[in-house]
């Protein structure tokens, strides 16, 4: 019997050929789809990016813009001081453009008359000698009636290149006409050119300004800017890359492209019209920088292509969760706050700005504050600062309901919205969370005191079409209205606290004319000695009045605080002493026996190192005893700096000068401090009196007070006496002098003559 054959266990050969042809073949689709995908991920990015980076070039247009108009308005504001009684005073003029310079509006403030002869003022080299500039077209523009930005000029004096402002100066006291002349001030290229360097997508991306040609006017300093002179790099590059680009900027229009040198470099751009000149904002960031991102996207993919070999779901699936993860990852370097992890400013108005359930009644803006946070910054260091800005971080992240946002803006300034039903609901949480922060700010071993604060704003349907950023700076303008809102944790904003900051940035923009032109008056408030039989005059106060020509007359209670915040408030001590010495040399050339007049002084002028030379200076100058003159400090500086307080009010009585405190017993006042702080006379505010002296307990404290301040041999004096029988009251329990409506208001110097000075001649030795 023949053996058995044994089975044929090999595939035949056209079945192993089918298998292999249908495998290669599998492997062919899904490298097409691998890559098809890719393809389509690639696209999605660069097309997400590409609407990104129009976003960042609208802002640094619109910032730019700004900075340009501010740049106008305040050469604007600066004219009304150019008039023609003014225009051929050089040294007035000059001294206004070193003080525009001094405060960093410019490096080089100048005024060219009709003729073209201009004189100015620069940062490094002082006084410019007097040149003609007829020839220049930012002096032709601005007589023709324009304002004028330049590009960058080659600058004969600082050896730079500086952009040029210009604008017509008209005769405001003769209205009508042609310009009178050109005001123009200079900034150097690399100062303007700070307001547009932004280092983007973790420093690979850049901001440039160029024009219609695409030369570049003004470029970002980062490390991986550009270092051509055109955006395009037209002399290396594809012909065909830019074409399209330079039709956009022959029109005016926005766009983006992608260029290519021939060395295999590229960049993407966006560029978007800045609506001066035909300048444009123009935003650049290499492709290797977006090829980076795109490699994990690969690796990713690769590693997809094993299960996508399955079904073609799981692989659509896999890819566009890698998507969604790549964008989220190219989103972070851009739009998350490096310091705390959360969003920042632009990721908060891409968010919001996505919404469209806001303006319900129900939303609220929320602007946090850290009052006293840039001291403890300078103080204790960057690494406590930035320890604490964590901290509130946290407490406001866990905090946040579900649909809420939260940002960090600059600094110690949060932006938060909240959903409430109503206001009381608001109010208690943000109570809440403010005594959370300050509960981990109190924790702090240094034991410095920052107090939270916060502006809320209730957004409704006339909120729908503003920006959100401008929202929040508007919201930030209570914070700086610190005598209206101090001790206030929470601040609800309203237009009113606009409408009052764009009134306090009018007034800083003239304060310095009306000061030159005189429109502030000394007005005198007489004070009455009431220990004798009747009442004899002994002293005056000279209060500083402003009749402004463009604003009105405007209240003390309004300027003093701003005045006092920018600094401005020791020229005005220095001309209210000048104006009380000035009224005192003329009652005593008209032989009249004059009363001490006291001058208030600021406490920006406590800490001047030439404090004591400047008074005397004044004083002497028109021949004053030194013992008419008594300085009035109030009782905040008392409390803030008795070390320099005691010091300068002993060397101001060493040279026979009295000295007074003012405002006693409006919250700061501690007892300790009478001993220690050598005062003549203690003004008693006028919280000691009205209601109060009606109680008992009122009146005991107010009587103690006297009699304490006439045991330690201070004068005492009541100020805001209203009524004669305030007057009687006070005189019975030991009071010295009143000063008050009781015997009249502050009135013009004449009339305080004739009222007061005159009649009391007898009674004056």
């Not at 890359?241 to 900027?249: I, R």
Request: proline fraction near 3%; charged fraction near 25%.
């Amino acid at each position: 019997m023949p053996a058995r054959k044994a089975p044929d266990t090999a595939l035949p050969r056209n079945s192993a050929t089918t298998t292999l042809f249908a495998f290669a073949v599998g492997l062919l689709v899904i490298a097409v789809v691998l890559f098809g995908c890719i393809g389509v991920i690639s696209q999605e990015l660069k097309s997400s990016l590409g609407l990104f980076m129009q976003e960042i070039a609208e802002v640094e247009s619109a910032s730019v813009n700004a900075v340009i108009e501010d740049k106008l308005s305040v050469l604007h504001g600066a004219s009304a001081f150019v008039v023609a009684e003014n225009i051929e005073d050089s040294d007035s003029l000059i001294e206004h453009f070193r003080e525009m310079v001094d405060s960093g509006a410019f490096m080089r403030v100048g005024l060219v008359n009709s003729e073209g002869d201009g004189i100015g003022y620069d940062s490094r080299i002082g006084v410019l000698p007097e040149n003609n500039y007829a020839d220049r077209a930012y002096v032709q523009a601005a007589l023709d009636g324009k304002n004028y930005v330049s590009e960058p000029l080659e600058d004969s004096w600082e050896g730079e290149p500086g952009i040029v402002f210009a604008v017509p100066v008209y005769d405001v006291k003769h209205r009508g006409g042609d310009p009178i002349g050109v005001l123009v001030g200079t900034l150097s290229v690399a100062a303007f050119s700070d307001t547009i360097d932004a280092s983007l997508f973790e420093g690979h991306g850049h901001i440039d300004i160029i024009n219609s040609e695409g030369t570049i006017l003004f470029r970002s300093t980062g490390e991986n800017a550009y270092g051509g002179t055109d955006a395009i790099g037209q002399d290396d590059i594809q012909a065909r890359s830019f074409e399209q680009m330079k039709e956009d900027l022959a029109g005016g229009w926005k766009g983006s492209t992608t260029v290519t040198g021939d060395d295999g470099s590229s960049r993407f751009i966006v560029y978007q019209p800045i609506g001066i000149n035909d300048w444009f904002i123009d935003v650049v960031l290499p492709s290797d920088y977006l090829e980076a991102k795109n490699r994990t996207v690969l690796l990713a993919s690769i590693v997809m292509a094993v299960f996508i070999a399955c079904t073609a779901i799981v692989l659509m699936a896999v890819v566009f969760r890698t998507k969604n993860r790549s964008e989220k990852a190219l989103a972070h370097a851009a739009l998350e706050d490096d310091l705390t992890g959360i969003d920042n400013a632009l990721a908060f108005d891409s968010k919001f700005n996505a919404r469209s359930d806001l303006f319900d009644g129900k939303h609220s803006l929320v602007l946090f504050n850290l009052v006293g946070f840039s001291l403890y910054n300078t103080i204790f260091g960057y690494e406590k600062g930035s320890s604490l800005i964590k901290s509130v971080a946290e407490i406001l992240t866990r905090s946040l309901g579900r649909a809420e946002l939260l940002a960090r803006l600059t600094g110690d300034r949060f932006l938060m919205l909240i959903r409430t039903e109503t206001l009381d609901e608001t109010q208690s949480r943000l109570l809440s969370l403010l005594d959370s922060i300050d509960s981990a700010i109190g924790s702090d071993e240094t034991h410095y005191q920052i107090v939270s604060q916060c502006c809320a704003y209730r957004l409704s349907t006339a909120d729908e079409e503003k920006d959100v950023n401008l929202i929040a700076q508007d919201m930030a303008i209570p914070f700086r209205q610190t005598k209206s809102h101090a001790g206030k944790r929470i601040i609800f904003y309203d237009e009113q606290n606009v409408a009052c900051a764009m009134r306090a940035r009018h007034i800083e923009g003239i304060m310095s004319t009306a000061l030159l032109k005189e429109e502030f008056v000394a007005y005198f408030q007489p004070q009455y000695d009431i220990r004798g039989d009747r009442p004899v005059l002994c002293g005056a106060e000279a209060l500083v009045r402003w009749n402004s020509p463009v604003l009105g007359l405007v209240r003390p209670d309004e300027f003093i605080p701003i005045f006092e915040k920018n600094g401005f408030v020791d020229r005005v001590d220095r001309y209210m002493l000048e104006r009380a010495c000035i009224r005192l040399r003329q009652w005593m050339d008209a032989g009249l026996r004059c009363v001490p007049v006291s001058v208030n002084l600021s406490r920006q002028n406590l800490f001047s190192a030439d404090l004591i030379g400047r008074i005397e200076k004044i004083v002497d100058a028109y021949g004053i005893p030194h013992s008419f003159i008594k300085l009035e400090l109030t009782e905040s500086i008392v409390a803030e700096s008795t070390v320099q307080l005691v010091e300068t009010a002993s060397k101001l009585r060493q040279r026979g000068f009295k000295v007074a405190m003012d405002d006693f017993g409006t919250g700061y006042s501690a007892l300790s401090i009478l001993k220690d702080v050598p005062f003549d006379t203690i003004k008693l505010d006028r919280a000691f009196f009205g209601e109060s002296i009606d109680s008992e307990r009122g009146r005991t404290t107010l009587t103690g007070v006297i009699r304490l301040l006439d045991a330690l041999g201070f004068e005492t004096v009541a100020e805001g006496i209203e009524s004669e029988s305030e007057a009687v009251q006070l005189k019975a329990w030991g009071c010295h002098v009143i000063q008050g409506f009781v015997f009249d208001r502050p009135v013009p110097a004449d009339e305080f003559t004739k009222k007061h000075l005159e009649p009391a001649q007898d009674d004056l030795a």
